[in-house]
């Protein structure tokens, strides 16, 4: 990952509007790992600064106080188009809508996302199934007794941004590892 100032503004603004947020683990980490890993993802990938931006930044809006005027301000519009075509919507038409259909709108818009915003969802895809594949390893059961869904709506919501991956970018390495990931996550979870 190139150390622009951009970059490095990033780091620091998702530093501090994430502070204090943790994954869900025995042993949580800071949640800007999770951010970390996905920029590091898509910057292997060859992406241009202001999609790594986004990668870095992609669940500000989602788990953050930011406002896209924020965004806008702070980094710059493509950066922002970027965040909001990963970001899932809360509410839709004034109604709040519950996890199910929170992930169908994601992958709805997901569809129909330029490459760049597919790629940085891939990559988020790829570390939070890697996670969940270690978390489980490490501690079998009481490990998913920490997660608000049954384990099936996850493989569902995998196996959904897989096949849009696979439909988009069929080639891509982020969407092969993906792949690859996924497969080994419906071998650990099964039966679960």
């Known amino acids: 990952m190139n150390h622009t100032p951009q970059i490095k503004k990033a780091i620091q603004f998702a530093a501090r509007k994430h502070h204090g947020q943790f994954r869900v683990e025995k042993e949580p980490s800071p949640y800007i790992t999770h951010l970390f890993s996905v920029a590091l993802l898509v910057a292997e990938d060859g992406a241009h600064d202001d999609v790594v931006t986004a990668a870095l930044l992609h669940d500000t809006l989602e788990d953050t106080d930011t406002t896209r005027e924020e965004l806008v301000s702070m980094f710059n519009e493509r950066v922002t188009e970027l965040v909001e075509s990963v970001s899932e919507m809360k509410e839709k038409d004034g109604k709040k809508l519950d996890w199910k259909e929170r992930k169908a709108d994601y992958l709805a818009r997901l569809e129909n996302a330029d490459e760049d915003a597919i790629r940085i969802a891939i990559a988020d895809k790829v570390d939070n199934v890697e996670d969940r594949i270690d978390g489980y390893t490490k501690e079998g059961d009481a490990f998913l007794r920490r997660w608000k869904r049954p384990n099936e709506d996850y493989l569902w919501f995998y196996g959904?941004?897989?096949?849009?991956?696979?439909?988009r970018l069929p080639n891509h390495p982020?969407?092969?590892?993906?792949?690859?990931?996924?497969?080994?996550?419906?071998?650990?979870?099964a039966g679960v």
């Open 160 to 167: 959904e941004a897989l096949r849009i991956a696979q439909a």
């Open 174 to 189: 982020l969407t092969k590892r993906l792949a690859q990931v996924h497969a080994k996550e419906k071998e650990v979870f």
